[in-house]
């Protein structure tokens, strides 16, 4: 692109008085301001995908994840389709840039706000930043209505990361002496992942953080009926020594 060219679509983003924020999570929405943009199903999946992805894909690979079950011509003619209907949007929507397409840098995108918050609490770093420490800010499943083959993957990759930040979470508030959020936020981890051991170990490290021995021991007694009649197996040995090191007897 040329300094003029590069000059231009700066003037027209300057004029853009929102940018457009790209809904990914409990469902697909693109808005600016206050008003939803109607979109074509095919224009939605491909702007789905090029912000689950993030990093510019090459046309070839964006055509043939999109349309799996066509021909190779097929599937890139109903890519250039796809990009001929975004129509006047297009320039606010998506950079191509020779054979790559990404998403414009401009979109704000629930998706990407979450997984940097859960790499931040997940990561080495000790400050736990404010805006971090609500567990309801990690809520959402990725596009939980669409059944493309695509995204199952990520999907299951955005739940890991989710319950992982929400241990990570529950940790941190916990050492910090913010024993009651330390609490919400480990519940939020075993709601996510009931049979999850590392999530339960989490909300019931909490519990003896504040103190309240009794609902350690009814969690661990919650989470052994679980695991056996899901499982048919007892929660491990070190869960139970972690209790009766708090003095809890187990039997």
């Keep these: ?23 990914l999570l409990g469902g697909f929405d693109l808005s600016i301001g206050d008003e939803l943009v109607t979109l074509p199903l095919n224009v939605r999946r491909l702007l789905a995908y090029l912000a689950v992805r993030e990093r ?5 690979s964006v055509a043939y994840t999109l349309w799996l079950d066509t021909t190779e011509s097929r599937a890139c003619a109903n890519l250039r389709t796809a990009l001929w209907k975004i129509g006047d949007q297009r320039e606010h ?4 840039t020779g054979s790559y397409l990404s998403l414009a840098p401009q979109i704000h995108v629930d998706l ?17 930043d404010p805006q971090d420490a609500d ?33 990570a979470l529950c940790r ?43 609902e350690a021991r009814r969690q661990f007694e919650l989470y052994r009926q679980l695991m056996w009649d899901n499982l048919r197996l007892p929660p491990s040995m070190g869960l139970s020594q972690m209790l009766a090191g708090a003095g809890i007897g187990i039997h």
């Design 1 to 23: 692109m040329t300094a003029l060219a590069d000059r231009a679509v700066t003037a027209r983003e300057e004029s853009y008085e929102e940018p457009p924020r790209l809904r």
């Design 93 to 96: 929507l998506l950079r191509g």
């Design 112 to 128: 990407t706000r979450l997984v940097s918050q859960a790499k931040r609490l997940i990561g080495p770093d000790p400050v736990l």
């Design 56 to 60: 510019p894909q090459t046309r070839t």
């Design 135 to 167: 567990p309801d800010s990690l809520e959402g499943e990725l596009l939980p209505e669409w059944d493309d083959q695509w995204i199952e993957a990520e999907r299951e990759r955005l739940r890991q990361l989710r319950v992982h930040a929400l241990e």
């Design 172 to 214: 941190r508030l916990r050492d910090d002496g913010r024993h009651a959020e330390a609490v919400d936020a480990g519940q939020a981890a075993v709601a996510a992942e009931p049979l999850r051991e590392t999530a339960q170990q989490s909300l019931i490290s909490a519990h003896l953080a504040e103190g309240n021995v009794y």
